[in-house]
Each structure stands twice: as C-alpha cells, then as structure tokens.
C-alpha cells in the first residue's frame, strides 16, 4: 500500500468536492495530528433569523470527521474510512471560523481512534469528536 507524505495532505484535502464545498482548509499537518479550518459561511446557517441562526450542526460534524480521518491518515500514511463518529455539541456558532484540531489517540493493525475539538475564533470550544477508523 501506498503511503501518503504529510507534505501531501493538504493537496488530498483540497482535491475532494465536498471539502472544497465546505471551504476546508488544512492549516497543520504533524504526525498523528492536523488543525483544519472551516470558514464562515451564510449557506451553512440553519435556524430561524428571528429565533437567532447557527452553523448548521452537520457542517460541524463534517469538520470533525475529516479532522480525525486525516489525523489517523497522518499517523498511518494511507486513506480510512469511518466507522463511528460521536459529537458532543458544547455551544452554537453564530459566526466567524472554526478550526478543529484531530489527534490520532490510538493507531493499530484494525481500528484507529482520533479526537478532534473544534473552537471559534475567540478560542472557545463549540464541539468534541471521537472518530473509530478501519485501519
């Protein structure tokens, strides 16, 4: 199998459609870690403009779940796919970027697990992630 340099990963991120359409960005890549950055957008809003909007949860778990995928990439040098993905929603995002940073906690023969916290530009946490990948 062939392994992916880190060098290369945010050329892999920026070729996908669905990371394009969101807008994803790959700021750092290290060894079993990344930070991606997802800009602010008024179509990824959901809500009632007099209940007050909010970055739709699913843009959020998107973030997550290319954050923990490439953090394992990035451990293990090839492509996973996810198996499980769990989010726990800690406030809503009414504006300005996020940035989720994945860390591979746990990379073997089967199963990877990575971490990945997203915070807003203010630096505070809006969600945690765990991602399980087949290795």
């Known amino acids: 199998m062939d392994t992916l340099p880190l060098k290369t990963l945010p050329d892999v991120l920026r070729r996908s459609p669905y990371h394009r359409l969101l807008g994803l960005e790959m700021v750092r890549a290290a060894p079993g870690e990344v930070v991606v950055r997802m800009p602010f957008r008024e179509d990824l ?35 996973v796919p996810t198996i499980d993905l769990r989010i726990d929603y800690l406030r809503p995002v009414t504006r300005g970027a996020l940035t989720a940073t994945g860390r591979a906690v746990k990379a073997g023969r089967s199963l990877a697990v990575a971490d990945v916290e997203v915070i807003d530009e203010d630096g505070k946490p809006v969600a945690l992630g765990r991602g399980v990948f087949k290795t």
């Open 45 to 79: 809003l959901a809500g009632e403009e007099e209940g007050g909007r909010y970055v739709h949860g699913g843009a959020i778990a998107s973030l997550i779940d290319t954050a923990g995928d490439f953090a394992v990439i990035a451990a293990v040098g090839y492509d």
